[in-house]
């Protein structure tokens, strides 16, 4: 890799995307404020929105479902406050390179880059577990319960495995000729999480369908029917908006060099599988 001159306050953020997330990132004076830092901007800005919409639905859930099971209230509970945590980290990251740091002649990492991946895989992990829990009750299929934890659980190590590569795999101690950090983790991740997300769909829309149809030729009962198409709509709308963003994600860190666009994404991952959990 090959850094050269630009703005010192671009340098800093720019190489520690670079360390991150892309071997092919290399950001010269062509690059612009902008160009750096407005997928930045939206992300993180998106990032604080979805925190108060999380916050709202955390609070009505906590006020009208006192009955619930206390596992999955702590679960709740446990998924708010990593939330929150979340969105700390991500201001802490624009925050650094932008006014801590700003005109700092060393180009470094943000030192809350690294827990950007693994706390989002810390958040979506337990959603997707709960829903593997949920297929298991649905389904009383334990081969479909298991195959969805062991996607889940190879997302949430490729996420660890990012997060760690981040702090050890410095660019700046590479030569020229070589390729960069290892993108292998970052596909890790997303690609398990999205096929996850995708699975639940799958599973859950095709066995609740099954029993639409056997109760509906029992019953012949149109307020059954309009409940299950009610929650298969949900099951497919929610699942959808996670796994879009995830694969979408994947697509454009894939492809597009230069600007880290995919951290509009990237960012508000954590906020979608917490919301999907509240609303279904």
């Not at 800093?12 to 004076?29: I, K």
């Not at 990593?82 to 925050?95: F, K, Q």
């Not at 470094?108 to 298991?136: C, E, G, H, Y």
């Not at 149109?222 to 908006?241: C, E, K, W």
Request: charged share 10%.
């Amino acid at each position: 890799m090959r850094y050269i001159g630009v703005p010192s306050g671009l340098h800093l953020l720019g190489s520690g995307l670079t360390h991150l997330l892309s071997p092919s990132f290399s950001f010269t004076m062509e690059s612009t404020t902008s160009k750096i830092f407005t997928p930045l901007f939206i992300g993180t800005l998106l990032n604080i929105l979805l925190l108060g919409v999380t916050s709202m639905q955390a609070l009505y859930y906590f006020q009208t479902y006192k009955r619930d099971p206390i596992w999955f209230r702590l679960l709740v509970s446990y998924l708010t406050l990593a939330e929150l945590v979340n969105t700390i980290c991500d201001i802490a990251i624009v925050y650094e390179p932008l006014i801590l740091r700003y005109g700092s002649p060393v180009p470094f990492t943000p030192k809350f880059l690294p827990a950007d991946a693994v706390i989002t895989a810390l958040i979506s992990t337990p959603v997707q577990l709960f829903m593997a829990w949920r297929i298991k009750k649905i389904t009383k299929s334990t081969l479909l319960c298991a195959l969805t934890t062991f996607a889940s659980l190879c997302s949430l190590a490729g996420g660890v495995w990012l997060s760690i590569s981040s702090i050890t795999d410095s660019p700046f101690n590479q030569s020229q000729s070589s390729q960069g950090p290892d993108r292998t983790p970052v596909i890790i991740w997303l690609a398990f999480s999205g096929a996850t997300d995708l699975l639940i769909i799958f599973i859950v829309a095709g066995s609740l369908m099954k029993k639409r149809k056997r109760y509906h030729d029992a019953s012949n009962d149109p307020a059954l029917d309009s409940t299950f198409n009610r929650v298969i709509m949900r099951n497919i709308q929610t699942g959808s908006v996670t796994a879009f963003a995830v694969l979408t994600e994947l697509v454009v860190f894939l492809t597009i060099n230069g600007v880290p666009y995919f951290f509009i994404w990237d960012l508000i991952l954590s906020k979608l599988y917490t919301n999907s959990l509240l609303t279904s």
